[in-house]
């Protein structure tokens, strides 16, 4: 199964921007969807944005929609989540995710990144 590593989260103020990177490698064609999900302490993991490979047609959280892009190379085999217009309720550990399908259920996907933090502070 395709294996999944993020990179790029940190400490940014509110307003600011960040880029979030998910190289991965071992793709197969049940990996045909990437994903963006943040889980906060004590809260649930919850959906950002999706893409497919091919094609490249995205699927945004209404939450997110307008300050987060996802986009991805297929050549490099990395996606990525551009974050505009940070806030401090965006402060969480945000996971990259692969699965056959591009859905908005965590439990759709089914390789899973270590995490990277993001934290939106003054």
């Known amino acids: 199964q395709v294996q999944v590593v993020e990179s790029g989260g940190g400490l940014v103020q509110p307003g600011g921007s960040l880029r979030l990177s998910c190289a991965t490698s071992?793709?197969?064609?049940?990996?045909?969807?990437m994903a963006w999900f943040r889980q906060a302490p004590a809260k649930e993991r919850t959906f950002l944005a999706a893409?497919?490979?091919?094609?490249?047609?995205?699927l945004y959280a209404d939450y997110v929609e307008g300050r987060f892009t996802i986009s991805r190379d297929n050549a490099k085999n990395t996606v990525w989540l551009q974050m505009d217009s940070l806030k401090p309720e965006d402060t969480a550990v945000y996971y990259c995710?692969?699965?056959?399908?591009?859905?908005?259920?965590?439990?759709?996907?089914?390789?899973w990144g270590q995490g990277t933090q993001v934290t939106v502070s003054s």
């Open positions: 893409i497919r490979w091919i094609g490249g047609r995205t």
């Open positions: 071992g793709r197969t064609i049940d990996d045909a969807a």
């Open positions: 995710a692969a699965g056959p399908y591009m859905r908005k259920s965590p439990a759709d996907y089914n390789s």
